[in-house]
């Protein structure tokens, strides 16, 4: 967690500003420390200097008294805190300092050192047009033992002048300043940063706003946005991370869109070319047998084997059984064809079931009869569905036969309707051996045969199932086989018409 914010944009924006104002403050006072005791210097200057023209200025106005001359010293010297002493020819002193004083006898002694020396040997500098002449300059007292600024100079009156000011107060002044800058110049580096860190917040928390909303994107989350209310470059930023975000999702959709439809289309031609395959492996296995045999019986035909009529007779009924069972194979692998690529449309109409069983078995008497088994249907009413009428009577066929062909000599064959709510279920049980278990599941497979001595023996290829498996996929309806105690049950289910104001074409 350390790490992370260590490298956070919130934390470096921090650092660079503490870093700048450090630079700053800290510069700052090292020019002020270089300077202001220059600067302090010549405002001393300026203000002893404006106190001499001052002083000046009193002492040249006639028809003051001595008592009126010291009232404006005391107030010139109270303004600027200097110490004052004047001294005119007739030995009179004017003053601020106590006579008592080191003082007073150090600024006496300096106004003394004045007597006899004009402008030209005095080495100051001129004050102006006036007569009057000043030097300022750094004095150190040894009897005091203080460092001071003094000014000694002539009025125009001829009374000799020295101003002081304590160097040791100039130099705490300076020091002064300078540790308050310092002082003021820390405490603005803690605020500025302090400020800075927490308003840096709402700065980069729109920022982190955005590298969450990248990140979701990267994983292709494109539900998340980054909420932009300001007009600024980060704003501007959000509303760009926005759109891309948009644009991104209809792009990567339309592809998804293409994708899953190129991977149906080489799905479906993958099953469309195993399909083939299949159906060239299974058809060629089934045609062998037959073939084989319409050739050798053709074969002996020709050669005159026998040239008993009967036997004559025998030889060509099975080239016809043969190239019956041939045609009636290619004919439902047509229509499981058409059911399976979904060529053959559904039909949906409205037809009575019991109508459409009842003719179905009427058909299959000479079949019940040959296989000696008894068909047991105990309806008469009518019972409407939804469905295709001619898939529905080739379902109900296929189900129908294989039950009269397993059902043992002598044996029965059920055939049971549940009606539930709006869905009708048709089962048709036949006596006999049951299914094995493991392979009631494959016996939808196109020329899966359970029995294949059995199914040879009456002509079954192994795809009515499967036919019935496709007719009730389209239909979107159950069907099924099960084992019971005595035989087998296979049903099938429709929607009831009832329920529904279907017109007469579904």
Same mark, same amino acid.
């Given at each position: 967690?350390?790490?992370?914010?260590?490298?956070?944009l919130?934390?470096?924006?921090?650092m660079?500003?503490?870093?700048?104002?450090?630079?700053?403050?800290?510069?700052?006072?090292?020019?002020?420390?270089?300077?202001?005791?220059?600067?302090?210097?010549?405002? =001393?200057? !300026?203000?002893?200097?404006?106190?001499?023209?001052?002083?000046?200025?009193?002492? &040249?106005?006639?028809?003051?008294?001595?008592?009126e001359?010291?009232?404006?010293?005391?107030?010139?010297?109270?303004?600027?805190?200097?110490?004052v002493?004047?001294?005119?020819?007739?030995?009179?002193?004017?003053?601020?300092?106590?006579?008592?004083?080191?003082?007073?006898?150090?600024?006496?002694?300096?106004?003394?050192? =004045?007597? *006899?020396?004009?402008?030209?040997?005095?080495?100051?500098?001129?004050?102006?047009?006036?007569?009057?002449?000043?030097?300022?300059?750094?004095?150190?007292?040894?009897?005091?033992? &203080?460092a001071?600024?003094?000014?000694?100079?002539?009025?125009?009156?001829g009374?000799?002048?020295a101003?002081?000011?304590?160097?040791?107060?100039?130099?705490?002044?300076v020091?002064?300043?300078?540790?308050?800058?310092s002082?003021?110049?820390?405490?603005?580096?803690?605020?500025?940063?302090?400020?800075?860190?927490?308003?840096?917040r709402?700065?980069?928390?729109?920022i982190?706003?955005?590298?969450f909303?990248?990140?979701k994107?990267?994983?292709?989350?494109?539900?998340?946005?980054?909420?932009?209310?300001?007009?600024?470059?980060?704003g501007?930023? *959000?509303?760009?991370i926005?759109?891309?975000?948009?644009?991104?999702e209809?792009?990567?959709?339309?592809?998804?869109?293409?994708?899953a439809e190129?991977?149906?289309?080489?799905?479906?031609k993958?099953?469309?070319?195993?399909?083939?395959?299949?159906?060239?492996?299974?058809?060629? $296995?089934?045609?062998k047998?037959?073939?084989? =045999?319409?050739?050798?019986?053709?074969?002996?035909?020709?050669?005159?084997?026998?040239?008993?009529?009967?036997?004559?007779?025998?030889?060509?009924?099975?080239?016809?059984?043969?190239?019956?069972?041939?045609?009636?194979?290619?004919?439902?692998?047509?229509?499981?064809?058409?059911?399976?690529?979904?060529?053959?449309?559904?039909?949906?109409?409205r037809?009575?079931?019991?109508?459409?069983?009842?003719?179905?078995?009427?058909?299959s008497?000479?079949?019940?009869?040959?296989?000696?088994?008894?068909?047991?249907?105990?309806?008469?009413?009518?019972?409407?569905?939804? *469905?295709?009428?001619?898939?529905?009577?080739?379902?109900?066929?296929?189900?129908?036969?294989?039950?009269? $062909?397993?059902?043992?000599?002598?044996?029965?064959?059920?055939?049971?309707l549940e009606?539930?709510?709006?869905?009708?279920?048709?089962?048709?049980?036949?006596?006999?051996?049951?299914?094995?278990?493991?392979?009631?599941?494959?016996?939808?497979?196109?020329?899966?045969?359970?029995?294949?001595?059995?199914?040879?023996? !009456?002509?079954?290829?192994?795809?009515?199932?499967?036919?019935?498996?496709?007719?009730?996929?389209? $239909?979107g309806?159950?069907f099924?086989? !099960?084992?019971?105690?005595?035989?087998?049950?296979?049903?099938?289910?429709?929607?009831t018409?009832?329920? !529904?104001? $279907?017109?007469?074409?579904?």
């Amino acid at each position: 967690m350390v790490r992370r914010f260590k490298h956070s944009l919130r934390f470096k924006l921090t650092m660079l500003l503490m870093v700048m104002m450090t630079l700053t403050v800290f510069g700052s006072i090292g020019i002020t420390y270089l300077s202001i005791r220059s600067y302090y210097l010549e405002e =001393l200057k !300026y203000r002893m200097t404006n106190m001499y023209q001052d002083i000046n200025m009193v002492f &040249s106005t006639n028809g003051l008294s001595n008592q009126e001359v010291i009232e404006h010293l005391s107030k010139l010297a109270a303004k600027g805190e200097i110490n004052v002493l004047v001294l005119r020819d007739d030995g009179t002193v004017f003053s601020n300092i106590n006579e008592k004083s080191k003082m007073w006898d150090s600024m006496q002694a300096i106004a003394n050192l =004045l007597k *006899g020396k004009d402008e030209d040997n005095f080495g100051g500098w001129f004050s102006g047009e006036s007569k009057g002449y000043y030097i300022f300059h750094q004095n150190f007292d040894e009897e005091m033992n &203080s460092a001071f600024y003094d000014l000694v100079g002539v009025l125009d009156d001829g009374s000799l002048i020295a101003l002081r000011s304590s160097a040791t107060r100039f130099n705490e002044s300076v020091s002064t300043t300078i540790r308050l800058y310092s002082y003021v110049g820390a405490l603005a580096i803690i605020v500025g940063c302090l400020a800075m860190f927490f308003v840096s917040r709402s700065y980069v928390k729109p920022i982190y706003e955005m590298a969450f909303v990248a990140k979701k994107m990267s994983q292709l989350d494109f539900d998340v946005r980054v909420d932009t209310r300001s007009k600024d470059e980060i704003g501007e930023l *959000g509303k760009s991370i926005n759109l891309m975000s948009r644009e991104l999702e209809a792009t990567i959709s339309e592809l998804k869109t293409a994708n899953a439809e190129l991977t149906k289309d080489i799905e479906e031609k993958t099953q469309i070319d195993e399909m083939r395959k299949e159906f060239l492996s299974h058809v060629s $296995h089934e045609l062998k047998t037959p073939i084989a =045999l319409i050739q050798g019986y053709a074969e002996g035909l020709k050669e005159n084997i026998s040239d008993d009529p009967e036997s004559r007779d025998f030889y060509c009924e099975v080239i016809m059984d043969e190239a019956d069972k041939m045609n009636t194979m290619v004919k439902k692998l047509l229509a499981l064809n058409e059911l399976e690529f979904g060529t053959n449309k559904v039909n949906f109409e409205r037809f009575d079931i019991v109508e459409l069983m009842k003719n179905i078995n009427t058909s299959s008497d000479i079949l019940l009869q040959q296989n000696k088994v008894y068909l047991h249907f105990p309806y008469e009413e009518p019972l409407y569905v939804w *469905g295709d009428e001619f898939m529905i009577e080739e379902v109900y066929t296929n189900y129908l036969t294989n039950a009269i $062909h397993y059902a043992p000599e002598e044996g029965n064959v059920f055939i049971n309707l549940e009606e539930k709510e709006n869905i009708l279920r048709i089962n048709v049980f036949n006596e006999g051996n049951p299914i094995p278990k493991e392979e009631l599941d494959k016996i939808w497979i196109k020329f899966y045969k359970v029995d294949k001595a059995r199914t040879r023996e !009456y002509g079954g290829s192994g795809i009515g199932l499967s036919i019935v498996a496709a007719t009730m996929k389209l $239909h979107g309806r159950d069907f099924g086989a !099960y084992n019971k105690e005595n035989g087998v049950v296979f049903y099938f289910e429709l929607e009831t018409a009832k329920c !529904y104001n $279907h017109d007469e074409n579904g």
